[in-house]
């Protein structure tokens, strides 16, 4: 419970939790970004 109180009350507790968030949504931008390239790379190389 102590490890759970640290990361919500102090300074590097919450800036970790930005950390990992930032992450996430990176992650899912890439994620977007390359399912369209991929996509319109197949439809380019099925003409």
């Given at each position: 419970m102590k490890a759970l109180q640290d990361l919500f009350?102090?300074?590097y507790g919450i800036m970790s939790i930005v950390v990992?968030?930032?992450?996430?949504v990176g992650l899912g931008l890439a994620y977007g970004?390359?399912?369209s390239k991929m996509a319109?790379?197949?439809k380019n190389a099925g003409k």
């Open positions: 009350s102090t300074d990992i968030a930032v992450i996430i970004v390359l399912k319109e790379s197949a």
